[in-house]
């Protein structure tokens, strides 16, 4: 039965779109079936990593939850539907890839904060995919915080990844989520650390931090200027997979699919 | 026996004089014998004869105040000792003693000044200089050079008078890489570096030279610009011959010409030892393995004397600098990364405490829990 995997951060741009995309479509390269659930409904990131624009996308998350669209309806099958020149996406072609994007109109938005939603549909709508897609992975890019919703995603995770940048908020919020992940009794726990300044010993960081939290770290991404030069604009690790980046990347899919 | 003018002619400073000259000397030389263990003159009774060996041997002794001797040199048979009083009558500079029974012909000051009068005013001069060079020592320096050390006397004699002295300040340029190569030195005193530029424009010291070594004889020999500079790292004088007067000396004496060239040998034998060593070294320390470098540095003498080293030991001892410094550049860089590398994280623990007890702690909590747990199971059951 398919994997659901959080992707989650305390705080605001560590990197958890971009993260999620690149674990995922490295999962689809190496034949798994995945699919993408962006449920950080108030600030959609995964879609435009995709190409996906409000014309492209085809139906949404909000769709679902608000009961118009069955959930497979609002799955984008990525690899189907590769339409446009990125180098990196353009490898996905064939893959089996799909993405739940949410809806990135502000009517729409506003309307689900306002009037909030039934977790237990959207949980519902994820157990659906992954026994109609027949998924081998379900990755669930989580809105950041503590929240409700992102908790109750926590609850019905196999493996939760945090991702963190080396900084000092980041890391106090960590240690917060750590312990309520594991007050949820969530079997997996691992931590990404993203945008980590190359002058540091990253073996020397991964051994502190997995000391700090008891927890093991997937992998630490370098801060790219490179990666802040692709810009969201296509998949890096699929577009420069020789790159040190990229191949922190290749570590972190591989250390989750070692998980079983 | 009164002496020859082969012998005569063997004698530094009666080379410049004309056959005809030298033939007038034996007459006013007169036969003085001495038994083992007598003593010719003492340092600093006064000068004026000059003593020619026939027989035996005699030793150039310095008495130190402690009453030790010092024994500077050993002459033999055709060997003359005090040929400097002939110019400038002066103190004895050291004692001379017999180590054996010794038959010696004495010529004095004022018979060699009667015979020399007519001389023209170039011999005159020319038996000044040689006095002086080797009053100064040039005699011994060149005697002392791979390439003129085994050659007779009056040769030695005749390219001393060409030499000419240059004196440099600690840190002055001899010479530059790609300067035209015209000239040969023997350096007399101090230390000297030949250095190129790498690839970065930084310095590296390809060898270093001192008393009693040579320089610049490639480019006598192929007449191709300087291949490294060559700066002085103490206060160093040199003696200087031009490529004209060299290639003169050789042609007086071919034998030079196979000396020449055994010293650029072994130039390149060490140059092939350095760079092997040198490819080792780099091996070593590109796989990490610093502490073979660290071994084989030590202090390195920048002051090069007379060196009789082998080439090994040279090449290892100008490596030795060269990675001092490279495990110099690489501990610098170790201490920084370590001082940027401690990344701090600290974790406030009584507030995270407090903040995952208040969100456990709440009913909020519990109801999401309880709802987490329905959800899994309805989740499994569905499996």
Redesign the interface.
């Known amino acids: ?1 398919g994997k659901i995997v959080s992707i989650h951060s305390f705080r605001g741009g560590t990197g958890k779109s971009n993260t999620t995309a690149n674990i995922a479509s490295q999962f689809a390269m190496k034949g798994k079936r995945v699919a993408m659930v962006d449920t950080d409904i108030q600030s959609p990131g995964i879609h435009v990593l995709f190409g996906l624009d409000e014309k492209k996308m085809g139906r949404t998350l909000n769709d679902y939850l608000h009961g118009q669209v069955s959930i497979q309806e609002a799955a984008f099958n990525i690899g189907e539907h590769i339409t446009d020149d990125a180098p990196g996406r353009a490898r996905l072609k064939g893959k089996h890839l799909w993405l739940v994007p949410s809806s990135i109109n502000g009517k729409e938005i506003s309307a689900i904060l306002h009037d909030g939603y039934d ?2 549909v959207l ?1 519902k709508g994820l ?1 659906t995919l992954r ?1 109609q897609l027949e998924l081998d992975y379900l990755f669930i890019d989580t809105h950041p915080g ?1 929240n ?1 919703e992102t ?2 995603s926590l ?2 995770s196999d493996t939760m990844i945090i991702i963190l940048r ?1 900084d ?1 908020q980041d ?2 919020g960590t ?2 989520t750590v ?2 992940a594991r ?2 009794d969530v079997p997996n726990l691992m931590l990404v650390v993203n945008k980590a300044l190359s ?3 990253f073996a ?2 991964k051994a ?2 997995e000391a ?1 939290y008891n927890a093991p770290v997937a992998g630490i991404l370098p801060l790219s200027e490179d990666m802040v030069d692709n810009a969201s604009a296509d998949i890096f690790s699929l577009r420069y997979p020789d790159h040190t980046w990229s191949k922190a990347m290749q570590g972190i899919a591989d250390n989750i699919l070692a998980l079983g | 026996m009164p002496a020859t003018v082969d012998m005569l002619n063997k004698i530094a400073l009666l080379t410049v004089l004309p056959d005809q000259t030298l033939a007038q000397l034996p007459e006013r030389m007169v036969e003085r014998h001495f038994e083992q263990g007598d003593i010719l003159f003492r340092k600093g009774e006064p000068g004026g004869t000059m003593l020619l060996i026939l027989s035996g041997l005699v030793a150039i002794v310095l008495d130190h105040d402690d009453g030790s001797q010092e024994i500077l040199n050993q002459l033999g048979p055709g060997e003359a000792l005090g040929q400097m009083s002939l110019i400038e009558p002066s103190p004895r500079t050291a004692g001379a003693t017999a180590i054996s029974p010794v038959t010696v012909l004495e010529l004095s000051v004022d018979d060699f000044r009667a015979v020399t009068a007519g001389q023209p005013e170039s011999v005159m001069e020319a038996l000044r200089t040689v006095s002086h060079q080797m009053r100064l020592g040039y005699l011994d320096i060149l005697k002392e050079t791979r390439i003129f050390g085994g050659l007779p006397e009056d040769i030695i004699s005749s390219i001393a008078r060409k030499l000419t002295v240059e004196h440099l300040e600690a840190g002055a340029t001899l010479f530059h890489k790609g300067d035209p190569g015209d000239s040969f030195y023997i350096i007399d005193e101090g230390a000297l570096k030949i250095v190129t530029t790498d690839a970065a424009g930084g310095e590296l010291t390809l060898n270093t030279v001192g008393a009693g070594d040579s320089l610049g004889e490639m480019s006598l020999i192929d007449q191709e610009p300087r291949s490294a500079s060559v700066i002085a790292t103490t206060p160093t004088s040199l003696l200087k011959l031009s490529r004209a007067d060299f290639m003169e000396a050789i042609q007086a004496q071919p034998t030079i010409a196979m000396e020449a060239l055994k010293s650029i040998s072994g130039r390149l034998r060490f140059a092939t030892t350095y760079i092997e060593q040198a490819i080792e070294w780099s091996k070593r320390i590109a796989e990490g393995d610093y502490s073979f470098a660290l071994d084989q540095i030590t202090d390195s003498q920048t002051n090069a004397s007379r060196s009789q080293q082998a080439n090994e030991a040279r090449a290892t001892e100008l490596l030795s600098a060269f990675f001092q410094m490279v495990r110099g550049v690489q501990a610098r860089e170790e201490d920084l990364k370590q001082q940027l590398r401690q990344l701090t994280i600290e974790i406030d623990q009584v507030k995270r405490q407090q903040e995952v007890q208040n969100l456990t702690g709440s009913e909020f909590f519990s109801d999401l829990k309880k709802q987490a747990q329905k959800l899994r199971e309805q989740n499994t059951e569905d499996e």
């Open positions: 039965m977790f237990n949980n157990q026994k503590l409700e908790l109750l609850a019905i080396p000092q890391f106090q240690a917060v312990d309520i007050s949820l002058k540091y010993d020397q960081m502190d931090i700090t």
